[in-house]
């Protein structure tokens, strides 16, 4: 193509690398942290029924109000306080990007961290400031005083848990970084299910802070829908840059159906962290491996010795996909990141990797 054309694209957008989602036709399936359990048969049928009455024909509720209200109830949302929806916590993230957006302005987050934070950043032209977290993955809280003086960052992103470490921050140092902001907080909390501890009960306490959910690692991924809490007056602002009907006609449906009959998603969550301890323990007996705690859904560890890249090219050799974190560099080096799935994906899973690590 023509550079006289390419040139009118933003220098900064030519330099990106565009988001990669591996091919994972055929495999076990174990990279993105989604919850690998269906919906019951029962209420399969039922939802599919359901579906033929959607007004397909019709633009979506643009405000989405039922499912709205609905979430609130079941996200347990305090009185008093706002919700606004986007396709996806990535069109979150893009929306406050949008809406802070302007000359010298910042985003602030922890690295190793979630890499949309930076490349939104990037998207809308901001500034975008990683504080590299300290070797036990918690928050350096000297480095994060010295950044938040020096740049006075509009927006702070603090993912709880944090991908890809998949720990929990010290609740403390979050109240604290949430206290020190001259701007806005965002506590990004995507794992809630398996952390089953929260920020949302302190929305009133702050003005600032706003807390981010999805009901991706709930079993609902391919809907794409987070939700964004806080201050109503702030929420009615990061609304007014939501594009109309951002919201679907069949995700609208789709997840108030399954919200009314939440009952199950509790129960795969408590069978996901139950199978998250036992391949904790299963994995530190592997004396070739460093295993981080988890609170998440997902896993990460290092190879002590070997290549993690190999260690990853010999598991998706025997169909099993996981997350390869080396090419991150720093702390990543030589990491791998496994997401928790069932039963005999799990075993497969730790079977293809006890013949990897043997080679």
């Not at 702050?206 to 981010?212: A, E, I, R, S, T």
């Not at 009615?236 to 159906?257: C, G, W």
Request: glycine share 6%.
């Amino acid at each position: 193509m023509s550079e006289n054309i390419l040139k009118w694209i933003r220098p900064e957008i030519r330099e990106l690398k565009a988001y990669h989602v591996a091919d994972a036709t055929g495999m076990v399936k174990l990279d993105a942290m989604e919850n690998p359990y269906h919906l019951p048969a029962e209420l399969l049928q039922q939802w599919q029924q359901g579906l033929a009455t959607a007004d397909i024909n019709r633009y979506p509720d643009p405000a989405a109000s039922e499912l709205t209200q609905r979430l609130a109830e079941v996200m347990q949302v305090p009185e008093g306080q706002s919700l606004v929806l986007g396709n996806g916590s990535d069109e979150l993230i893009q929306m406050l990007a949008m809406a802070i957006a302007g000359e010298g302005r910042s985003i602030m987050s922890f690295e190793p961290g979630f890499v949309m934070y930076d490349m939104i950043a990037r998207f809308v032209g901001l500034d975008y400031v990683g504080i590299p977290l300290a070797a036990d993955f918690s928050i350096d809280m000297d480095a994060t005083r010295a950044a938040i003086e020096q740049h006075q960052p509009a927006l702070i992103f603090i993912a709880y848990p944090n991908n890809p470490t998949a720990n929990l921050f010290d609740a403390e140092a979050v109240e604290e970084i949430i206290a020190l902001a001259p701007g806005l907080v965002v506590v990004d909390e995507a794992y809630h299910p398996f952390a089953q501890t929260s920020f949302m009960p302190k929305l009133a306490e702050y003005d600032q802070l706003l807390v981010m959910r999805t009901v991706s690692k709930m079993g609902l991924a391919g809907l794409r829908l987070g939700l964004l809490c806080g201050n109503p007056e702030l929420i009615e602002e990061v609304n007014k840059i939501r594009l109309p009907y951002n919201i679907n006609v069949l995700t609208q449906y789709t997840a108030s159906f399954i919200l009314d009959n939440a009952g199950f998603l509790e129960g795969q969550a408590e069978m996901i962290r139950s199978d998250r301890d036992h391949m904790l323990k299963q994995l530190s007996l592997f004396d070739e491996l460093e295993v981080y705690p988890s609170q998440a859904n997902f896993i990460l560890f290092k190879l002590k010795q070997g290549d993690a890249t190999d260690v990853f090219n010999r598991l998706r050799d025997a169909g099993v996909l996981i997350k390869n974190m080396s090419p991150a560099g720093g702390v990543l080096s030589n990491c791998l990141r496994v997401t928790i799935g069932t039963s005999e994906e799990n075993q497969a899973f730790m079977s293809a990797l006890t013949k990897a690590l043997s080679r």
